[in-house]
């Protein structure tokens, strides 16, 4: 039986970084349903590593069903891309990173803004459920759904803020945010760092095949994750992540630098 800590509050985490990687910075933006805390490790991480460091609590997570079936993805969108943009505001390169529906709105940042790379982990674009493909109408007979149960889920040891019911309404959001996220794939110009659960429950391998048609070989670099669920940040394979992605940031910086001096 897994010991649980007191459940912790799902607050956005700020770090204005320090040392030689100060002037990098990372906006990460978690998932669906979830909050900070999904990602907090991760970013607590790159934050002692000297990176300036975001992660926004989207708006209508952290609290409850009935406040995020109140909220559209463009709320969802426009809060983290003004977190990504007052960031690359005190940095001098600033990259986008998202767990899970984070990594579709890192996407969409990405297509929209010059970032200078991005790292997504189990980044979401599309559904097992075909029933989705109805639930612009299935939201008018039913109000929530039971969320994901994955048979072995990440062995997490504090809450993550996440919902006990889902909202159709929401569902519904998050299909048409996976509509623009692929719709700004032909756009996305940036070098991205994927890492890819083996067995992933949430997300099938349809979004990442989707990512693979846009944005070609040279700029792609997939991370299999073998020992993980979807919410890899927080299962084994989590410190392949913090470590790749730290070296993703610090070598793509030094190339957008180099680029500039040129």
Known sequence: MTERN???????????????????????????????????????YLAKQGFAVSAPLLPGHGTSWQDLASTRWQDWYRTFEQSYLELAGKTRTCFVAGLSMGGAVALRVASRHEVPGLVLVNPGLSFYDRRVRYVGALKYVMRTTTPIVEDNPAPATTETGDYSKTSLQSVHELKKLFRAATRGLPHVDAPALVFKSSVDEVVPPSSLATIGKYIDSSRLKVVTLPHSAHVATLDVDAPTIFEESASFFRQHARDRVASESS
């Open 6 to 44: 007191q459940p912790a509050t799902p607050l956005a985490f700020h770090h204005a970084g320090h040392g030689p990687n100060a002037s990098i910075g990372v906006a990460i933006c978690h998932g669906f349903t979830g909050s900070p805390l999904t990602v907090l490790p991760w970013a607590e």
